[in-house]
């Protein structure tokens, strides 16, 4: 059996639209996003809720969140969303390996590759105007 993968860091939902703004971020700052496989396509989605995510935003948790941590709040949500176990186990083994590796603050970009593993891409952050011209 290989190491146990372990981060202190997890991403949570950002949206474009909603931006940095702190108000906002408060309530999703534990809707920790996870890789799962629903209707023969790998997806991103937030948990306890399973909405569907496109972009994830960088935060420390300030405890080890482990595979086990994640697949436990996946069960816990009551979806029947688990087609493999195994297919599972890999992807969360190696979707925490990639997110222990961003930096905190970042924003990513969430997709898969031809291996259905996660793939996370580190986006710009569009800024506001500071005033109108």
Request: hydrophobic share 40%.
């Given at each position: 059996?290989?190491?146990?993968?372990?981060s202190k860091k997890m991403l949570v939902e950002?949206?474009?639209?909603?931006?940095?703004?702190?108000?906002?971020?408060?309530?999703?700052?534990?809707?920790?996003?996870?890789?799962?496989?629903?209707?023969?396509?790998?997806?991103?989605?937030?948990?306890?809720?399973?909405?569907?995510?496109?972009?994830?935003?960088?935060?420390?948790?300030?405890?080890?969140?482990?595979?086990?941590?994640?697949?436990?709040?996946?069960?816990?949500?009551?979806?029947?969303?688990?087609?493999?176990?195994?297919?599972?186990?890999?992807?969360?083994?190696?979707?925490?390996?990639k997110v222990a590796k961003q930096k905190v603050?970042?924003?990513?970009?969430?997709?898969?590759?031809?291996?259905?593993?996660?793939?996370?891409?580190?986006?710009?952050?569009?800024?506001?105007?500071?005033?109108?011209?």
């Amino acid at each position: 059996m290989g190491e146990i993968v372990k981060s202190k860091k997890m991403l949570v939902e950002y949206s474009y639209e909603a931006g940095l703004d702190k108000g906002l971020m408060e309530g999703v700052r534990k809707n920790f996003i996870v890789p799962v496989f629903e209707n023969g396509e790998a997806i991103f989605v937030t948990l306890p809720d399973l909405k569907r995510v496109t972009h994830g935003f960088v935060v420390f948790v300030g405890r080890k969140i482990s595979v086990a941590d994640l697949f436990e709040k996946l069960i816990h949500t009551g979806n029947k969303i688990i087609p493999s176990m195994d297919w599972q186990q890999n992807a969360l083994d190696d979707y925490l390996a990639k997110v222990a590796k961003q930096k905190v603050g970042d924003v990513v970009g969430l997709d898969f590759d031809q291996a259905g593993l996660a793939q996370l891409e580190k986006q710009k952050i569009p800024r506001k105007p500071t005033s109108l011209p």
